[in-house]
Nanobody, 122 residues
Framework: VQLQASGGGLVQAGGSLRLSCAASGRTFTNYAMGWFRQAPGEERELVAG????????YYADSVKGRFTVSRDNAKNTVYLQMNSLKPEDTAVYYCAADPANMYKLGSSYDYWGQGTQVTVSR
C-alpha cells in the first residue's frame, strides 16, 4: 500500500490543523491506520490509530481530547484533526498502515507515508 500525507504547516498555539493521508494499492479496509510523530532528538511515537472498520480508535495520553482520528473508507483516506495545538506538538507527522489491524500497537505498522511537518509557535 502506498501512502501520501498532506496538511501540515505552521500554526499558532491554540490553533487547529487537519492532516490527511490518501492510500492506494490494496484493500483499504484491511488495514488499521495510524498517525505517528517524531520530534528532533526523540523517538517516533504513535499518537492515534483507527481500526480498519473505523469503529475503534486509540490515542496517546498526550493528545487525548485534542486530536481526532477518522477514516473515510470510500475515499481511502485517513484524517487527523488536531485542535488546541501546543508547541510540544511540533514534529514531523507520518501516516502508516497496519496489515494486522492492531491499531494500538506501534510495532504492527509496516507501511509508511512521507512525513509532513507540523510547527506550533508560541
Amino acid at each position: 500500500v502506498q501512502l501520501q500525507a498532506s496538511g501540515g504547516g505552521l500554526v499558532q498555539a491554540g490553533g487547529s490543523l487537519r492532516l490527511s493521508c490518501a492510500a492506494s494499492g490494496r484493500t483499504f479496509t484491511n488495514y488499521a491506520m495510524g498517525w505517528f510523530r517524531q520530534a528532533p532528538g526523540e523517538e517516533r511515537e504513535l499518537v492515534a490509530g483507527v481500526s480498519g472498520s473505523g469503529r475503534s480508535t486509540y490515542y496517546a495520553d498526550s493528545v487525548k481530547g485534542r486530536f481526532t482520528v477518522s477514516r473515510d473508507n470510500a475515499k481511502n483516506t485517513v484524517y487527523l484533526q488536531m485542535n488546541s495545538l501546543k508547541p510540544e506538538d511540533t514534529a514531523v507527522y507520518y501516516c502508516a498502515a497496519d496489515p494486522a489491524n492492531m491499531y494500538k500497537l506501534g510495532s504492527s505498522y509496516d507501511y509508511w507515508g512521507q512525513g509532513t511537518q507540523v510547527t506550533v509557535s508560541r
